[in-house]
């Protein structure tokens, strides 16, 4: 019986790789001059820190397009709100999200059941999604539809077997 895993994954060295070429381009630029304008990274968020709001915003900029270049999705990420630090400065932290969180993977089982599909089921397997089918053709139609849908996370469709 054919089946394939959904799941929300992001590539942490991409990520990594992300922010050390927005680090550098924020070091070199003259408008991010004397802003002290840099991108913390730990395993679960990122930390924008400069001197002023506008600064901040320009530099999560420089951050989506390097993000956008690696093609790690944006999706994945949940920016707070600004927030004021020490001596006047702007901070913002940006959540990484990655795995299904239940109540999407309720959704992705609710939209999978609603398809109307003869013999698939989809059930959870912990932060993925194991759907199942009697046909190739089904699910390939499964995954179509899933991708023309937006659940609000990356969706990567991955261990495809016949």
Do not use: W, Y
Not at 26 to 53: C, G, M, Q, Y
Not at 58 to 63: D, E, F, P
Not at 98 to 108: T, V
């Amino acid at each position: 019986m054919p089946t394939f895993d959904i799941v929300s994954e992001v590539d942490m060295q991409e990520v990594r790789n992300a922010v050390d070429q927005a680090n550098r381009e924020a070091a070199t630029r003259f408008d991010f001059k004397n802003t002290d304008s840099a991108i913390e990274l730990s395993d679960t968020e990122l930390v924008l820190r400069s001197s002023t709001e506008d600064r901040l915003r320009a530099l999560h900029q420089v951050l989506d397009e390097k993000l956008v270049k690696r093609q790690v999705s944006l999706k994945a990420f949940e920016a707070g709100k600004i927030e004021e630090a020490q001596k006047g400065t702007a901070r913002q932290k940006v959540a990484i999200r990655a795995g299904i969180s239940s109540d999407h993977a309720k959704r992705l089982n609710k939209f999978i059941k609603d398809l109307g599909l003869k013999g698939v089921s989809s059930q959870t397997q912990g932060e993925q999604l194991r759907v199942t089918g009697k046909k190739r053709d089904d699910l390939q139609e499964v995954i179509a539809k899933c991708k023309a849908e937006d659940f609000g996370i990356p969706l990567q469709f991955n261990n495809f077997r016949d």
